[in-house]
Structure formats: C-alpha cells, structure tokens
C-alpha cells in the first residue's frame, strides 16, 4: 500500500507540472497562480504546496528537468561515439534544435523561459538560478571542446572560452528566434545544417585562433 501511496505522490507530483508548463506557455508565468494551477490539474492547493514550497520553486523542477534529459543524452552518446568527443558535441547540438520543435515539453519550456516569463517578484530567485546554470553550462561546453581539441578534431590554439560564448548565443538565437516567429525558418529540418556551420566556424575562422605571443 505504501509503496502505491508514494507512486500516486509521483505521479500527482509529474500531473502538475504538466498542468502548470501548460498555463505558464500560455498565460506566462507572473499572470498564473498556484490556484489556477490547482484548479487545472484536478488538486486541492494544498496538494500544490505538498510537493512545492512556491511558484519560483515549481518552475525551478520544471527546468531541471529540462536540464536533466540533456545530461542523460550526453550519457547516451559519449557510450555512442566513443573517443569522438566532436560527434557528441555535434548530436547534441542537433537534438537541442530538433527538440525545441518536436517534443512539447521542451518547446514550451523554451518559449516560457524566452518569451513568458518576467524575472521579477518571487521570479527572481530563478533568475539566478538561471545564471548559475548559464555559468556552469559554458564550463560544460569549454571542457566539450577541449576534448574535442586533445582528439585532434578541433584547432589547439582554438580560443575555448571565444568559441564556447559563440556556442551558446548561436544555439539559443536559433531556438529564440524560431519560437517567436515558426514559420520564418523551418529550424528542424536545417538544424544539422546550422550545427555544422558553427563547427565550420571553428575550424576555419582565424579570429576564434590564439595569437601566437612574439
């Protein structure tokens, strides 16, 4: 029975997310209240602040989880590709861009963070949070390319951190842009396309390279 009891917590805990990634996309964030959420996924409020110390604190485990499923593709295709640093870099990238327009969850949870949601009030602390993420994400994405480096697959006098701020502003430009106006560009079809460019970038651009000190 308990055991049951803890399953129907989990799955009552996954039910509100859902519902509330839902009203967030489509209300934004700062006009949905933990009420509405309550009311649309079938709960009492009391059920919403069991599993959720607040509203920041609900979308704080709905970005995680974002986050989490990118870790564990990170996982997938280093067993995939092993001693190829630069086709998990590269499959990764690819999956961001197509999973922004083929998986729900992930499309919402991009225009939300792009497009509905004011870092102000109870916001704010997951404004930090998010720049915590950022922080650690272009440590993730340097020490990607310094292994694609010791590979031999990229220049070594590639300027990592130059090339890692170029990576990250190129991707969410994309994904920013594509979910403001779909139908400009067809994102999921020129992703490897957008993806192979920027690796392109790398390997022939004379700006992304040191200069060797005289």
Not at 55 to 73: G, R, T
């Amino acid at each position: 029975m308990a055991r049951k009891t803890k399953q129907q917590a989990l799955e009552t805990r996954q039910h509100i997310l859902d519902v509330a990634l839902r009203l967030f996309s489509q209300q934004g964030v700062s006009s949905t209240s933990l009420a509405e959420i309550a009311k649309a996924a079938g709960v009492t409020r009391g059920a919403i602040y069991w599993h959720f110390k607040n509203k920041s604190d609900l979308f704080s485990e709905i970005w995680q989880i974002s986050e989490s499923s990118i870790s564990s593709l990170e996982s997938e295709y280093r067993a995939k590709f092993p001693d190829d640093p630069l086709s998990v870099l590269r499959e990764i990238l690819v999956y961001i861009l197509e999973a922004t327009v083929i998986e729900e969850r992930r499309r919402l949870m991009m225009e939300i963070i792009f497009h509905k949601c004011e870092f102000v009030g109870e916001m704010a602390v997951v404004q930090q949070a998010q720049r915590d993420l950022c922080l650690e994400s272009y440590d993730r994405i340097e020490g990607a390319l310094k292994d694609c480096i010791v590979a031999g697959q990229l220049p070594a006098n590639l300027l990592t951190r130059r090339a890692t701020i170029l990576m990250r502003s190129y991707i969410s430009g994309l994904v920013e842009n594509w979910l403001f106006s779909p139908n400009s560009f067809d994102l999921k079809s020129e992703a490897r396309a957008y993806v192979a460019i920027l690796l392109e970038m790398y390997l022939l651009c004379p700006t992304l390279r040191a200069v060797p000190s005289r």
